[in-house]
T-cell receptor
């Protein structure tokens, strides 16, 4: 499989708690992006971090990137019921040809 | 609302048939990518078009082909449908060429759910 790996596969937390998801990939990348998907619909872009960046923030989201370990994490602080969704990381590989590789996803459930 | 639309929403075909899925990108977006998402899986990259030329492809056989038109619309064609082609097909547009200094944010459409019987 070409897909990256995400863990955990599923996560259930209470409203107000923080949620952390991890993503690992296999080859060198240009950038890494995180997306959210509600109930098998289209994906919504959350945040992009380039290979020369180590950390990025956007609202309640914090993303880190460790290119030496080929891994990234997404932290959602003070989670809300509306954050319930599947979260995917996607890496852009530009060696030879452009190719986006998505992870297997983390299904987050936030309980009210 | 991403401004990317896809048609049809749902489609049922039988094995061996051919199908054409359509996507309308945001105006000004020169790049369109197509993905296949099986149930419970992440999207799998099929290919990408930039200014009407294919400039990236995933591990999909040649019976998956595409076209991009100057009016920011595009098509995904699948010939000789197989049962495993049943999936959600997503298109995504972005402003520029991937990885070349421009924003790589992809704007996804709602998808077309294809069922092959």
């Amino acid at each position: 499989s070409q897909q990256g790996e995400e863990d955990p596969q599923a996560l259930s937390i209470q409203e107000g708690e923080n949620a952390t998801m991890n993503c690992s990939y296999k080859t060198s990348i240009n950038n890494l992006q995180w997306y959210r998907q509600n109930s098998g619909r289209g994906l919504v872009h959350l945040i992009l971090i380039r290979s020369n960046e180590r950390e990025k923030h956007s609202g309640r989201l914090r993303v880190t990137l460790d290119t030496s370990k080929k891994s990234s994490s997404l932290l959602i602080t003070a989670s809300r019921a509306a954050d319930t969704a599947s979260y995917f990381c996607a890496t852009l590989h530009t060696s030879g040809t452009y190719k986006y590789i998505f992870g297997t996803g983390t299904r987050l459930k936030v309980l009210a | 609302e991403t401004g990317v639309t896809q048609s049809p929403t749902h489609l049922i075909k039988t094995r061996g048939q051919q199908v054409t899925l359509r996507c309308s990108s945001q105006s000004g977006h020169n790049t369109v990518s197509w993905y296949q998402q099986a149930l419970g899986q992440g999207p799998q990259f099929i290919f990408q078009y930039y200014r009407e030329e294919e400039n990236g492809r995933g591990n999909f056989p040649p019976r998956f082909s595409g076209l991009q038109f100057p009016n920011y619309s595009s098509e995904l064609n699948v010939n000789a449908l197989e049962l495993d082609d049943s999936a959600l097909y997503l298109c995504a547009s972005s402003p520029g060429l991937a990885g070349v200094g421009s924003t790589d944010t992809q704007y996804f459409g709602p998808g077309t759910r294809l069922t092959v019987l």
